[in-house]
Every structure is written in structure tokens, then in C-alpha cells.
Nanobody
Framework: QVQLVESGGGLVQPGGSLRLSCAAS????????IGWFRQAPGKEREAVSC????????YYADSVKGRFTISRDNAKNTIYLQMNSLKPEDTAVYYC??????????????WGQGTRVTVSS
């Protein structure tokens, strides 16, 4: 029943902005560690930004600090990634990722299908 559905990707010029959305279903954001990864052509998938399940703190990769902002809407069970001042090196498929913890303490990993971001002039 768990699903993560990303949207908001597209083609933008350097310096432009995009906002990505990840709509989660089948679990509550309060019971998960959730955030964004990305994978550029020929590179390994890397963490971009995420929320901590334990204390609500946020993480940002050094490459996006000051430009990207993660946020959440608990009522909509959705997280967002506001991306400003985009650079060509931000070009990648962006994935929503969640670790869901059950009441028994089991952890399950889930990935969205990805949304493509292309930054080019």
C-alpha cells in the first residue's frame, strides 16, 4: 500500500527554480525518515535533503546548501523540495525515499519512481 509519487520536474535554465513534490500514501510522515535523493547520468545516487524521524532536523548535501529547501505538509502527507539558483550539475533524476518504521520496530525502505530535472541553456 505504500507509495511515493514525485512530481514537478522539468527543463529549466541555469539560475532558474523548480519545486518538487512527493505525495506519500500508506503511512504517516510521522512514522518515517523521508527525503530526497538524486542520480545524475554516470554517477551514484546521492542524498540531497531529508527529515529526521527522531528529532525533525534536516540534512542538506553540501552541494545544495543555501539553494534548496525541504518542507512538509503533514495534512497532505507530502514533502517538497524547493530548488533555487539551479546549476547544470543539478541535472538528475530526483527520487523520494522513505524508511517506514512499524510498531514492532521493523523498518522498510521505499522509493518513488523519480522525476527528471534538467538544467540547461
Amino acid at each position: 500500500q505504500v507509495q511515493l509519487v514525485e512530481s514537478g520536474g522539468g527543463l529549466v535554465q541555469p539560475g532558474g527554480s523548480l519545486r518538487l513534490s512527493c505525495a506519500a500514501s500508506g503511512f504517516s510522515l510521522d512514522n518515517s525518515h523521508i527525503g530526497w535523493f538524486r542520480q545524475a547520468p554516470g554517477k551514484e545516487r546521492e542524498a540531497v535533503s531529508c527529515f529526521s524521524r527522531s528529532d525533525g532536523s534536516t540534512y542538506y548535501a553540501d552541494s545544495v546548501k543555501g539553494r534548496f529547501t525541504i518542507s512538509r505538509d503533514n495534512a497532505k502527507n507530502t514533502i517538497y523540495l524547493q530548488m533555487n539558483s539551479l546549476k547544470p550539475e543539478d541535472t538528475a533524476v530526483y527520487y523520494c525515499y522513505a524508511v517506514v518504521v512499524t510498531t514492532l520496530g521493523y523498518e522498510y525502505n521505499y522509493w518513488g519512481q523519480g522525476t527528471r530535472v534538467t538544467v540547461s541553456s
